[in-house]
């Protein structure tokens, strides 16, 4: 059975337009090939504890028997992340940019991963290769010209990770201006707003439906 693995990262559910965009994913994934399995990871609204990373990274320099409880837990818990991962044909990151970066609960949750000998960047990736989209939801605009230009900071963050590092196939599904409804300074590009939240539904529901023939293909081959 065909196995895809989702995170989410956004601290919302109401308005979430990453949910919503990942949701038109899934949605064409699985109208194309309904036996899927989604493994769920909702780091938004259920963060990691902010003392793992720490305790599995001392662990992970510290022999076996020397190791403190709190370090075989976090070292547990991140083998256990690492597992799920593995154990996933495809992938989808539902992530929105804040304070010009990568969420808080999302970076944990990598580092967390980094830990595991598996995820580190000196790896060869367990699931280097496979398919995986990113959805990233930014309420301003950042495209060259504009006068914030170059102030993502979570975009080519997380393009480094999934795709470099981790060496995961990856497709960024974007979407900007989303705070165009809600914040003035941007209510003259409320029309391009909408217009780029209709085309990164219509680009997701695409890549839905090419990943359900991609791994049609890789299951019959
Ligand atoms: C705490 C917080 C910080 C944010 N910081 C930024 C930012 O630095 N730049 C930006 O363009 N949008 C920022 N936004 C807007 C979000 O990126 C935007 O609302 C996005 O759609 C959030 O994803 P979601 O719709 O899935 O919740 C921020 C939103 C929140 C709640």
Known sequence: MTTIFRLDASIRYEGSVT???????????????????????DVGSRPLPSTVWADALAGSHTADA????????ALALAADLGDELSRADAFIFAI????????????????????DPRFSPRSANPIAGKPAFLVIARGGTYGPGTPREGWDHATEWLKLILGKIWGLDLK?????LTAANVNPALAELREMAAQNLERAHA????????LAERLKEADAA
């Open 203 to 210: 680009t997701a529901a695409e890549c839905g439906k090419a």
């Open 172 to 176: 960024v599904v974007e979407v900007e």
């Open 19 to 41: 949910r919503a965009v990942a949701d038109s994913l899934e949605s064409a994934l699985l109208a194309a090939a309904p036996e899927t399995q989604v493994i769920r990871t």
């Open 66 to 73: 020397e190791r403190t409880a709190g370090q075989h837990e």
């Open 96 to 115: 929105p940019m804040y304070n010009f970066g990568v969420p808080p609960h999302a970076k944990a949750w990598i580092d967390v991963l980094i830990a």
